[in-house]
């Protein structure tokens, strides 16, 4: 019921034995079609676990950092978003966030943008971007280096 209510799902009736039929929705809850990410992987560096990440990152930190590896970058979060999207605070997402910053993980980057229904007409907005050697391009020309010494990706 809730994944309906938040335009998750859709849920129909089919056939003589009117067996219910789901349909997958897009994630961001607009109601549009679900369509499969082209990438259906997060790719992580090897370089988490070499430097201890594992262990000494929080858990409100680890989430956050999976949400923004699972983004194009640079992603915008608004963390007020975060019940409806992910299911844990804002603050928790915060809390990650100034984390990941911290350590080096991920790096924020504040951009003006017009907001017609602000006093101002204008907001600030976050923008995240993962950090090497964690970032897509850096996975990416590692993988090619390995692939063209002879190694599998």
Known sequence: MRLQ????????????????????????????????????YIRL????????FDEDISLPALAMFLVVLGERTPCELPTEHMPEWYGWSA????RGLRELQRIGLIRKEQHLKEAPLSPTGITVVNEY??????????????????????GEA
């Open 45 to 52: 560096s090897h370089d988490f676990w070499k430097n201890r």
């Open 129 to 150: 971007y993962v950090c090497p050697p964690f970032d897509k391009r850096t996975l990416d020309s590692r993988r090619h280096t390995h692939e063209t010494k002879g």
């Open 5 to 40: 209510q938040r335009g998750l799902i859709e849920k129909s009736r089919c056939g003589k034995e009117r067996k219910i039929k789901i349909k997958l929705l897009a994630q961001d809850g607009s109601g549009e079609e679900y369509q499969r990410p082209a990438s259906r």
């Open 91 to 94: 603050d928790t997402a915060e």
